[in-house]
C-alpha cells in the first residue's frame, strides 16, 4: 500500500493543483503547448493523496477553472450544459481507480500491471461518463447514434489516453527516481523492509 507522509502528501496536491491550473483548457492561464492534465491529476490524486476530500477539491477546482472560462472573452459555453454532471463520475472513475491502485502499490515490476489494468479501466470509465454524457445528453448534436459516437471515440480516446500516460508515465519515472535514492540512502531499511 502506498501511503506518503502528509508533508509529501501536500507537496504532491499543490504540484497537482498547478498541473491543472496550468493546463485546463479554455482559461485564462492555460499553457496551449501542454496537453491538458485533468484526467491525471484526478487519477494521481488517488493515488497519492490519501484524504476522500481531495476528490471533492479537485472537482470543485475544475468547475471554478470551466466556468471562469465561461465569464471570459477566451471560453464558450459549448460544453456547460445539463451533461457537465456527467464529469462527476467521469473523474471519480480516475480518482478511483488511482485509489485502486495505491492499496495494492509495491515497488517492484509487478506495480506496472496493476497500473497498467487501474489505468485503462479508469480511463474507459472516465471517456464513457464524459464523452458518453456530453454526445447522448448536452443537446448539442441533433442526432445521435451509437454508429456515430463510436467514430467519435476512435479518434478522440486515443488523445486522451496519450495525455493522460504522458503525464502518469512522467509522475511514475519520478516516482521510481526518488524511490531508488531512498532505497540508496537508505540500505539498511531496505534490508530489513
Known amino acids: 500500500m502506498l501511503t506518503l507522509p502528509l508533508r509529501h502528501q501536500y507537496l504532491i496536491g499543490s504540484i497537482l493543483i498547478i498541473l491543472m491550473i496550468a493546463t485546463r483548457e479554455y482559461h485564462f492561464a492555460s499553457l496551449h503547448t501542454l496537453p491538458g492534465a485533468s484526467w491525471a491529476v484526478f487519477f494521481l490524486a488517488g ?26 472573452a477566451a471560453g464558450s459555453d459549448f460544453c456547460l450544459t445539463s451533461a457537465y454532471i456527467f464529469l462527476l463520475p467521469a473523474y471519480g472513475a480516475l480518482w ?28 474507459m470509465l472516465c471517456e464513457l461518463f464524459s464523452s458518453g454524457g456530453f454526445y447522448f445528453f448536452s443537446g448539442q448534436f441533433e442526432e445521435t447514434t451509437f454508429a456515430e459516437f463510436w467514430q467519435r471515440e476512435l479518434h478522440y480516446f486515443p488523445l486522451y489516453l496519450q495525455s493522460l500516460l504522458f503525464y502518469v508515465g512522467t509522475a511514475a519515472t519520478i516516482h521510481t527516481l526518488f524511490v531508488l535514492i531512498h532505497k540508496s540512502r537508505h540500505p539498511q531499511i531496505n534490508a530489513t523492509g
Do not use: E, K, P
Open 96 to 123: 478511483v481507480a488511482g485509489r485502486w491502485f495505491a492499496a495494492r502499490y509495491q515497488f517492484s515490476w509487478r506495480a506496472l500491471a496493476s497500473l497498467s489494468i487501474s489505468l485503462l479501466i479508469g480511463a
Open 47 to 72: 493515488v497519492y493523496l490519501s484524504s476522500s476530500w481531495s476528490l471533492l477539491g479537485f472537482l470543485v477546482l475544475a468547475w471554478i477553472l470551466d466556468f471562469s472560462a465561461y465569464f471570459t
